[in-house]
């Protein structure tokens, strides 16, 4: 007997399960709704024991994604297709220094093959070194640019003022003139044969401009010492050629040979 309870009892826990079933459809087609599929996420799983009861499935956690934070990448820089020209240096013109001391922005010839005598007005390579003469002593500044102007003829003012009496032709530059010029630059050292250096290329540029044919090479040889004996007779101080101290005062005032 208890074998065939045992096969009733089963047999009424399948036709419990089977009516579940049957039920479950026949709502569905009553209610005219397509059953939604849900996820298991969402939703527990039905499960339908022997018994006949239905009992919920167990929930699946909800995976938890977790994202990295976005970091802003600094781009790297690449390097630029573009040629940047290096600028040519812009050409600049040096101011004009003076060549010699007390010359001003411009270049000095003081040897001259002569020493023309020269009037203000005048334009000539003369007048560059009469300017340059004037700034050697100290008559200037005067711009050195071969025109007797203004300027020019402001520093041969002083120069006249100098003079014991009134200028004979004021502003006119003769031989006189020249030599006084020349002479102011040279030393109180004496002159003589074998004497050499900047004094005596001072000496012989007087000595020519005083009238005299001299080389201006700065060796006092025995040319330099005949035009010195012809200066010294022409002024009347002895004939020796030695440029002692009464021939530079002659010099230094202008003293010509004639």
């Known amino acids: 007997m208890a074998g065939v309870r045992n096969s009733h009892d089963r047999r009424g826990g399948i036709a419990s399960a089977a009516a579940v079933v049957v039920l479950g459809l026949t709502l569905t087609a009553c209610s005219g709704t397509t059953p939604q599929t849900t996820s298991a996420v969402e939703s527990p799983t039905v499960t339908a024991t022997a018994t006949g009861t239905v009992q919920p499935g167990p929930t699946e956690p909800i995976p938890t994604v977790t994202a990295d934070p976005l970091t802003p990448t600094k781009p790297t820089p690449r390097p630029s297709a573009t040629l940047s020209a290096t600028p040519a240096p812009t050409p600049t013109t040096p101011a004009p220094t003076p060549t010699d001391p007390g010359s001003v922005a411009g270049a000095c010839e003081r040897t001259l093959p002569a020493y023309p005598v020269l009037e203000p007005g005048a334009k000539a390579t003369a007048v560059r070194s009469l300017q340059c003469f004037l700034n050697d002593a100290d008559y200037g500044p005067v711009a050195v640019d071969g025109v007797y102007g203004a300027q020019t003829r ?98 230094r005032m202008g003293a010509t040979i004639g």
């Open 154 to 251: 402001a520093a041969v003012t002083k120069v006249e003022s100098t003079f014991e009496g009134p200028a004979p032709k004021p502003g006119r530059i003769d031989a006189g003139m020249w030599v006084l010029l020349i002479s102011r630059a040279l030393g109180d050292g004496t002159l003589k044969v074998g004497s050499k250096g900047p004094d005596v290329v001072t000496l012989q540029r007087a000595l020519r401009a005083a009238g005299g044919t001299i080389t201006v090479d700065g060796d006092f040889g025995s040319e330099t010492k005949k035009v010195v004996k012809r200066f010294q007779q022409a002024n009347r101080i002895g004939d020796d050629g030695v440029v002692g101290d009464e021939t530079l005062f002659l010099l």
